[in-house]
């Protein structure tokens, strides 16, 4: 029995997996909505792990491999699946099976960069995978934020409210620049804040609070559009923070 009681962090995150699986799946088939919410689920699952394993100690190597592992699917290979088909959109109008894509050289070159996300994904942890000290903060964005940032701009397409104000974000230029930037600060070397506390004393937490008091904001105001915006934020406060040399 205590065996099996230890698996249960595992088995939290096959959950995991397999919610990116099903996510990479609706991406392809161009439901992205459907897609947006099995990768905030997998994201529930990432964070549901993290708590079982410390609550149960049941660390192992096996489960920090799975947890990469099913991590690399869940907010690299579906986000990139989610971008592809974003690109598939705002180029030829419509969602198609890649082999049935009649295209120019410039435009499979341009559907190729969605790859980016999984590519630099897997950089991502890898590095974080080697890590040996004990920095309190992120090297990087890590992946499942990345991965939520995708997951928002298939969401966005349920919530017509602001769609208006946010359609600037799906034309093909800015979608590229979009996955060229959000897998470079991935594999970035800039330090970043975890909400990680060892106490909930302000002094030391007091830009965990003014992030998560400003993502509240957004939140309410844009409801699901507010996704993107908060994870937007989350990178602006860090490269503030670092040209002010900000203490983590």
């Known amino acids: 029995m205590k065996n099996i009681i230890k698996q249960i962090p595992n088995f939290i995150t096959t959950l995991n997996l397999l919610s990116g699986v099903i996510a990479t ?4 088939d161009g439901h992205l909505i459907w897609a947006g919410i099995f990768i905030c689920a997998a994201a529930v699952f990432d964070f549901a792990d993290g708590l079982a394993a410390r609550a149960l100690k049941a660390y192992s190597e096996i489960g920090k491999q799975l947890d990469s592992l099913s991590d690399l699917v869940s907010f690299g290979v579906a986000p990139g699946a989610i971008l ?3 690109l598939e959109f705002s ?3 419509k969602n198609q099976p890649i082999h049935e894509i009649s ?4 435009q499979w070159i341009i559907l190729f960069s969605a790859f980016l996300v ?9 590095k974080f995978n080697v890590i040996t ?10 992946i499942p934020s990345s991965g939520i940032f995708w997951a928002s701009l298939g969401l966005m397409l349920e919530f017509p409210k602001y769609h208006d104000n946010f359609q ?3 034309s093909t230029k800015n979608l590229v620049i979009l996955g060229i930037f959000m897998s470079g600060m991935m594999v970035i070397n800039l330090p970043m804040f975890s909400l990680k506390v060892n106490n909930l004393r302000l002094k030391e937490n007091w830009y965990r609070y003014l992030f998560l008091a400003l993502s509240a904001v957004l939140l309410i105001v844009f409801n699901v559009y507010g996704l993107a915006l908060v994870i937007l934020l989350y990178i602006i406060l860090n490269v503030i923070f670092y040209l002010f040399k900000v203490e983590f």
Do not use: H, Q
């Open 103 to 106: 295209a120019d050289w410039w």
């Open 118 to 126: 999984p590519v630099f994904g897997a950089i991502r942890l890898a």
């Open 133 to 142: 000290s004990d920095e309190p903060f992120f090297r990087g964005l890590p």
């Open 168 to 170: 600037l974000l799906y």
């Open 25 to 28: 799946i609706f991406a392809i």
């Open 91 to 93: 180029l030829f109008g």
């Open 84 to 86: 592809f088909t974003l």
